[in-house]
């Protein structure tokens, strides 16, 4: 039986994977890293660091991995909050399940100090009974840790939770989790992720407790 439901953030809850992309190519590009790479959405979803590693490593680039996730999170400050908008659907989910009673969670990769920003800026923090940060635990998704944390602070079992999730990297880590998942794929979006997912919606409209609760 689903008793939770855990949300990712960036690209799910809020708009803002878009924010993440523009640091990135910035940042790329001055190192002379073609952006492109972002292209297809292979890296949403992990860590900055395993992101930045992956990145120099494959293109022969001996730049302090340290000092560019400091960079990137230097320039994803300077984004006003004005840019931070929620997914369509996304307040009116969260609103519902809360009436309903269901414990909500976050789990993202991006750091604590911006998943509160976020959820301030979209007026739902205190919706949220667990908000846990990638960076907080030992291995980013794909792999489940984020997930597993956030199931043991609820004080349920993973089977009792489900995740929705926006890339393909979250969603194997809910699977690996042992939790149901529901992917967001937008029309247009990366039909690829879909295979791993119980269920796949197009907005969050279709979010019905159906979709979220029949195991």
């Avoid at 000092?67 to 519902?96: F, N, S």
């Avoid at 979250?170 to 794929?185: F, H, Q, S």
């Amino acid at each position: 039986m689903i008793r939770a439901v855990i949300f990712d953030m960036d690209g799910v809850l809020s708009d803002t994977e878009r924010l993440h992309v523009q640091s990135e190519e910035r940042l790329l590009s001055r190192l002379g890293i073609d952006p492109g790479v972002l292209a297809g959405g292979a890296f949403m979803g992990i860590s900055d660091r395993e992101f930045f590693t992956t990145v120099f490593r494959d293109h022969g680039v001996a730049a302090d991995v340290d000092a560019a996730i400091a960079e990137k999170w230097t320039l994803m400050g300077e984004c006003p909050d004005e840019a931070i908008r929620a997914m369509p659907g996304a307040r009116a989910l969260v609103e519902r399940l809360h009436r309903r009673g269901l414990p909500l969670a976050v789990a993202s990769s991006s750091p604590r100090s911006f998943i509160e920003r976020v959820l301030r800026c979209l007026g739902v923090l205190d919706r949220f009974a667990v908000v846990q940060s990638g960076e907080e635990v030992a291995r980013g998704k794909p792999q489940p840790d984020v997930f597993l944390t956030v199931a043991s602070k609820l004080g349920l079992a993973p089977g009792e939770c489900v995740v929705i999730e926006d890339s393909k990297n979250g969603i194997i880590a809910a699977r690996r989790a042992g939790m149901r998942c529901v992917a967001l794929v937008p029309p247009g979006g990366d039909g690829a992720i879909r295979g791993d997912a119980d269920v796949v919606v197009s907005d969050l409209a279709r979010v019905t407790d159906d979709v979220l609760l029949t195991g």
